[in-house]
């Protein structure tokens, strides 16, 4: 596949390098001469310097042949404007970048075929549905449904005091079944079998039934929490975002902002939301705001450092859990270290968003787990896939690093065995790891 790549910022790097790392013909325009440079020096692409929605510049690297254009500039304009030329030249698949509110809402403009854009994506709302996913299951790092939502991911981490540690997986289980698919222990990612001692700091990632997961999590050591109340700090796009999706549940919200002005566009802007105007990081007001009681406190300023150390004072202050923002990839894995729960970066997500929609059209859905550790695809088995299909699947030697979680037939979610037999038009989870995912889409063929 060529694919064209229009802004190297952070979310254009990340998917640049993916492309790249999987054997597609890459190109990456930046009108910024440093950036160009940084991605020329450091991945294996064609750094290009120029306008993006240059029609000369696109000819020039024979666009005419491209099957993907990614738009992801700071520019709206530029981004959608890069679309439609793609459409003039006959690329197949186009993704724009779009944050602005006017044409995130502007269904006219949006829906018109002129644009051709394929998929439109906004890192405030991608961030923001990610954070209420996992409020869903507050006790989980990472959520993920499958199936139509019949089936579950959850990824736990095992921390001290858990009755699971010392135990082997096959020792543990219940009324549901269920399966661990994963350990990630340190840096390392392993497949377990039944003999594999749960350890401290461990985290498992688990597929089960949604409508069972809450008992399978017992199972586990975890008692499934409700929130009721959320603390946010900072007013911007993701907390709006953010604030819309929880109010519609009937949570408890709390948005602290500093910017007075602001302040009164996000009173008119949600129907139920509190809206405070102080000092997030003012300790006084968070105490008074009733930080020791709430259920999920979340820092989405746009300073890094800010939503780090407030996440910290308002674990030591008496809230259950804490998310943070983070915009810088370096800091990701500072965040566990130090004791907050949950970091979330919306460019990462964004980049995940795009490298799903530009997968093979036969994975209904894919999921980058942990920084690339590891992938979860969502397939539907088709007639010609021969080698799987009519057997069980302990016959259909699967490679070491594929496993197959879960599978989805006539509206019923199954956690299987190796005797079960899969048929056309079951749709199935398979967990994927790193060195595994160049190979998945060969063997899957």
């Known amino acids: 596949m060529k694919a064209i790549i229009i802004g ?31 991605v020329a020096e450091n991945l294996d692409v064609q750094a290009v310097l ?21 738009a992801v500039t700071e520019s709206d304009e530029l981004n959608l404007l890069a679309c439609m030329l793609a459409g ?8 724009a970048r779009v944050r602005k509110p006017e044409y995130d809402h502007n269904n006219k403009l949006m829906q018109n075929p002129a644009l051709n854009v394929d998929l439109v994506i906004n890192p405030e709302r ?28 959850l990824e736990l981490l095992i921390e001290d005091g858990n009755p699971v540690i010392g135990k082997a997986l096959k020792d543990i289980h219940g009324e549901h079944h269920f399966l661990v698919a994963a350990i990630l222990r340190g840096d390392e990612l ?16 688990v597929i089960g039934r949604t409508d069972q997961m809450r008992e399978i ?10 929130v009721h109340s959320v603390m946010m700090i900072g007013g911007g796009r993701v907390a709006f975002y953010l604030a819309q999706l929880l109010e519609k549940r009937g949570l408890e919200v709390k948005i602290i902002e500093k910017d007075y002005k602001h302040c009164k566009v996000l009173a008119g802007e949600l129907d139920e939301a509190i809206i405070l105007h102080g000092d997030g990081s003012d300790i006084d007001l968070l105490q008074d705001e009733g930080i020791q009681d709430t259920d999920m406190f979340i820092t989405l300023t746009e300073d890094d450092r800010l939503n780090i150390l407030v996440s910290l004072m308002a674990k030591r202050l008496g809230a259950q859990k804490t998310i943070a923002q983070v915009r810088r990839s370096d800091y990701l894995p500072l965040i566990e270290a130090v004791g907050i729960d949950i970091a979330i970066s919306p460019r990462l997500l964004t980049a995940e968003a795009v490298l799903r929609f ?30 799987m299909i009519h057997q069980p699947i302990r016959a259909l030697g699967l490679p070491k690093g594929i496993l ?34 160049r190979k998945v889409e060969h063997f899957l063929r």
Request: no cysteine.
């Open 8 to 38: 190297a910022g952070k979310i254009g790097f990340n998917i640049a390098q993916t492309l790249s790392q999987e054997g597609h013909d890459v190109y990456v325009i930046e009108k910024d001469e440093e950036r160009q440079q940084i």
């Open 50 to 70: 120029g306008n993006g929605a240059d029609s000369a510049l696109l000819e020039s690297i024979d666009i005419e042949n491209a099957d993907l254009l990614v």
């Open 88 to 95: 003039q030249y006959g690329v197949e698949k186009t993704v």
């Open 126 to 153: 991608v961030a923001a549905a990610e954070i209420a996913k996992i409020i869903t299951v507050p006790e989980a790092v990472d959520v993920n449904y499958y199936a139509k939502g019949k089936i579950m991911l």
């Open 190 to 205: 392993i497949i377990p079998r039944g003999d594999d001692i749960m350890l401290e700091d461990d985290r498992v990632f």
């Open 217 to 226: 999590e017992t199972y586990l050591g975890f008692q499934r929490r409700t």
């Open 358 to 387: 530009v997968r093979n059209s036969e994975f209904l859905s894919i999921n980058v787990l942990e920084q690339g550790s590891a992938e979860v695809y969502e397939i539907i088995l088709t007639e010609h896939m021969k080698h």
């Open 404 to 437: 197959i979680g879960a599978l989805f037939r006539n509206n019923d979610a199954i956690i299987p065995s190796g005797n079960d037999v899969l048929e056309p038009g079951d749709r199935i989870i398979m967990f994927v790891t790193a060195s595994m995912v």
